[in-house]
């Protein structure tokens, strides 16, 4: 029997790609994001269900959101290629941000608890 991941994953892919169908829908981008995004959650096999597929559906959407912004500022010219790098890198570049926010030294009047008198 298949993982419940991986049956996820493929029902949300035909899912996908039948909605790509739809007028006003760029299709590339949306399969490229979903792409990279399942490419996402299936590497992730250290973390539980419920954090693996949150990261699909963040992914997804931010792939997708971003391949216009992707298109422009990089020499990539098909949507759905821009889609799947976004949607691949969305994840790791924002969880080394929290780290990185987290190691930040905040001066002394910005932390709670301490008054100046």
Known sequence: MAEPSTSFVLTAAAGIGLSSLYPGIDGNALIGAFAGAALVAISSKNLPLFKRLAYLVISLAIGY?????????????????????????????????????????????????????
């Open 65 to 117: 959101l971003a391949a216009p912004e992707v298109i422009q500022h990089t020499p990539l010219k098909q949507s759905g290629v821009a889609a799947f790098f976004a949607s691949a890198g969305v994840i790791a570049l924002t969880l080394h941000g929290i780290d990185l926010i987290k190691t930040i030294a905040l001066p002394d009047w910005l932390r709670k608890g301490d008054r100046h008198d």
